[in-house]
């Protein structure tokens, strides 16, 4: 195995970081990313990487392929990235990107993730279907005040929660479609610059996911599921966790728990002591280094998605963040 030079915390993005072309550049030369994405369609049983690489956008972004493909590039990326001696020393995903973390942290198959996402992503489509849920953006105001105008609108009938704490200025709501209009025009009096609706095909992270939740729970019982390496701060709690109790329950809490994403950061970026000097995004697209960078100008936030990424990240940790005792991982 490589040695390790490098450990460095690493995040992985959810779903809305896809895009038509995603990881095929990868696949240009041999390696472990190369053979990963090369086993992707063996492991689901259908073409999803003549998905990723081809498209249609709008099959692309169907909640069954989204999830897959968006841990399938993002495994690729921590697999290439530990071929030239980049590991994690500390990881986190928002919602689905926990899974592609519990990969990074050898607490996941790679194969079994796939999986895993795969079925997450029906069960969340399929309960859209049976239960009408929606979410909503919501910018210019902070989660505290959020979470008691939902709790205000839901006491007058209906669901709204507020479902991903992104950061200081930015929150998701979800829950049935009038109490989040309700809640949202609420939002909007009580000062909240925008509040946007969002193309989703259900209530996510909400009440209204407890019966997809709890099939997940019961498919999430037939796979192993390992300590991980290295802690992964999870969406449920933003605690640090290793043990392999600790991570089943974090996966099968998510679908109706809010991603305290904004508490996650605050670990990952070193809780406003200590803070690392670079912090990798691994997977599709750069939501999260967006979100992180006003709010962290201290650490360096930096995507990988890319052949050319690679490069530029061992060119930067060359430069600025000491090698780590080779370890031979």
Same mark, same amino acid.
């Given at each position: *195995?490589?040695?390790?030079?490098?450990?460095?915390?690493? %995040?992985?993005?959810?779903?809305?970081?896809?895009?038509?072309? *995603?990881?095929?550049?990868?696949?240009?030369?041999?390696?472990?990313? /190369?053979?990963?994405?090369?086993?992707?369609?063996?492991?689901?049983?259908?073409?999803?990487?003549?998905? *990723?690489?081809?498209?249609?956008?709008?099959?692309?972004?169907?909640?069954?392929?989204?999830?897959?493909?968006?841990?399938?590039?993002?495994?690729?990326?921590?697999?290439?990235?530990?071929?030239?001696?980049?590991?994690?020393?500390?990881?986190?995903?928002?919602?689905?990107?926990? =899974? /592609?973390?519990?990969?990074?942290?050898?607490?996941?198959?790679?194969?079994?993730?796939?999986?895993?996402?795969?079925?997450?992503?029906?069960?969340?489509?399929?309960?859209?279907?049976?239960?009408?849920?929606? *979410?909503?953006?919501? +910018?210019?105001?902070?989660?505290?005040?959020?979470?008691?105008?939902?709790?205000? %609108?839901?006491? !007058?009938?209906?669901?709204?929660? +507020?479902?991903?704490?992104?950061?200081?200025?930015?929150?998701?709501?979800?829950?049935?479609?009038?109490?989040?209009?309700?809640?949202?025009?609420?939002?909007?009096?009580?000062?909240?610059?925008?509040?946007?609706?969002?193309?989703?095909?259900?209530?996510?992270?909400?009440?209204?996911?407890?019966?997809?939740?709890?099939?997940?729970?019961?498919?999430?019982?037939?796979?192993?599921?390992?300590?991980?390496?290295?802690?992964?701060?999870?969406?449920?709690?933003?605690?640090?966790?290793?043990?392999?109790?600790?991570?089943?329950?974090?996966?099968?809490? !998510?679908?109706?728990?809010?991603?305290?994403?904004?508490?996650?950061?605050?670990? %990952?970026?070193?809780?406003?002591?200590?803070?690392?000097?670079?912090?990798?995004?691994?997977?599709?697209?750069?939501?999260?280094?967006?979100?992180?960078?006003?709010?962290?100008?201290?650490?360096? =936030?930096?995507?990988?998605?890319?052949?050319?990424?690679?490069? !530029?990240?061992?060119?930067?940790?060359?430069?600025?963040?000491?090698?780590?005792?080779?370890?031979?991982?």
């Amino acid at each position: *195995m490589t040695d390790i030079l490098h450990r460095v915390p690493m %995040i992985f993005p959810g779903q809305a970081s896809q895009s038509v072309g *995603m990881a095929r550049d990868l696949t240009d030369s041999s390696g472990p990313a /190369s053979d990963f994405l090369n086993e992707v369609n063996t492991v689901l049983g259908e073409d999803l990487t003549g998905i *990723m690489f081809e498209g249609p956008g709008e099959v692309l972004t169907e909640t069954r392929n989204a999830q897959p493909a968006i841990l399938a590039h993002s495994v690729a990326v921590s697999l290439a990235l530990r071929e030239l001696g980049v590991a994690p020393s500390l990881v986190a995903g928002h919602s689905l990107g926990e =899974f /592609s973390a519990a990969v990074a942290a050898d607490a996941l198959k790679p194969a079994d993730g796939l999986r895993l996402v795969r079925k997450r992503g029906e069960l969340m489509f399929a309960a859209g279907q049976e239960i009408p849920g929606t *979410m909503a953006a919501v +910018l210019g105001m902070g989660g505290d005040q959020v979470r008691d105008i939902c709790a205000r %609108i839901s006491a !007058q009938g209906g669901v709204v929660v +507020l479902a991903n704490h992104n950061s200081d200025t930015q929150v998701a709501i979800s829950g049935d479609a009038n109490a989040v209009e309700a809640a949202g025009q609420a939002l909007k009096e009580a000062g909240a610059r925008k509040v946007i609706p969002l193309n989703v095909s259900g209530a996510f992270h909400s009440p209204l996911l407890e019966g997809a939740a709890a099939q997940f729970r019961e498919f999430l019982s037939g796979f192993e599921i390992s300590a991980a390496s290295v802690p992964l701060v999870a969406n449920v709690d933003a605690r640090a966790v290793t043990t392999s109790a600790d991570l089943s329950e974090g996966f099968a809490r !998510q679908l109706t728990s809010p991603v305290l994403w904004h508490d996650i950061m605050e670990v %990952i970026s070193g809780g406003g002591g200590n803070p690392p000097r670079v912090v990798l995004e691994v997977g599709p697209g750069r939501v999260l280094t967006n979100l992180a960078r006003r709010a962290y100008p201290e650490v360096k =936030f930096l995507p990988v998605g890319t052949s050319g990424d690679l490069d !530029q990240v061992l060119d930067f940790l060359a430069e600025n963040n000491p090698p780590a005792d080779q370890d031979g991982d």
